[in-house]
Every structure is written in structure tokens, then in C-alpha cells.
């Protein structure tokens, strides 16, 4: 069993920054990638950023090149460093694990089993 909890959401101005960060607890040793994953009221949840064991990347069009996605060298916490917000940004920030034997692309939601409560990003212009 792994649990995961988010912090660092909050409120900004457009074009400002927050770290988002993910503390992964328990079973840790079984997971491959991790990812943050985002929904806005009304909308789809939407894969935003994925890291795997090795540290690579990956990025949905929307965000690449304003948001770094990183975990630390116990692998047991996943960061999201998040520059030049938008308002379109704004949106509910769930963390989410991997576990062996599932199966999906680095953003797709079928590859992630463990999902933590998540915490708002609000972004006004």
C-alpha cells in the first residue's frame, strides 16, 4: 500500500510560480512512475507531467516549458515547479503512483493506482 499527500497549492497572480510537492509513504519500492494530474470544475481530469525511475520527463503541450517535474534522490517525493502560471492553469493538483504490472502512457490515467487528495492551484489575472 502507498499513500501519498500533496502540498504547496495556493493562490497567485498570473505569471507567478508555486512548487506543488508529493510525500509518498509505504510500499514505496514497487513504483515506477509518478505524475501529477489536474481537473478544473466541469473538465476531465488531465494528465500534466510524469517522471520515471531514471528521472524522465514528460509533458502534456500545455504546460511544457513552464513546469519541471522532479523527485528526490530517495525517490519517495515528487516535486512540480510550476513558472509563468496562467489563469487557465487553475485547477484541483492530484499527485499520482504507479504500481508493477499496470499498464499506459507516461499521462494517461490507467497507469496510476495510488491518487492523494490533491490541492488547488488558483490563478487570477
Known amino acids: 500500500q502507498v499513500q501519498l499527500v500533496e502540498s504547496g497549492g495556493g493562490s497567485v497572480q498570473a505569471g507567478g510560480s508555486l512548487r506543488l510537492s508529493c510525500a509518498a509513504s509505504?510500499?514505496?519500492?514497487?513504483?515506477?512512475?509518478m505524475a501529477w494530474f489536474r481537473q478544473a470544475p466541469g473538465l476531465e481530469r488531465e494528465g500534466v507531467a510524469a517522471?520515471?525511475?531514471?528521472?524522465?520527463?514528460s509533458y502534456s503541450d500545455s504546460v511544457k516549458g513552464r513546469f519541471t517535474i522532479s523527485r528526490d534522490n530517495t525517490r519517495t517525493t515528487l516535486f512540480l515547479q510550476m513558472n509563468s502560471l496562467k489563469p487557465e492553469d487553475s485547477a484541483m493538483y492530484y499527485c499520482?503512483?504507479?504500481?508493477?504490472?499496470?499498464?499506459?502512457?507516461?499521462?494517461?490515467?490507467?497507469?496510476?493506482?495510488?491518487w492523494g487528495q490533491g490541492t488547488q492551484v488558483t490563478v487570477s489575472s
Open positions: 499520482a503512483a504507479h504500481r508493477r504490472g499496470r499498464s499506459g502512457s507516461a499521462l494517461s490515467e490507467s497507469l496510476y493506482y495510488y
Open positions: 509505504g510500499a514505496t519500492y514497487d513504483i515506477i512512475w
Open positions: 517522471i520515471g525511475l531514471a528521472g524522465q520527463p
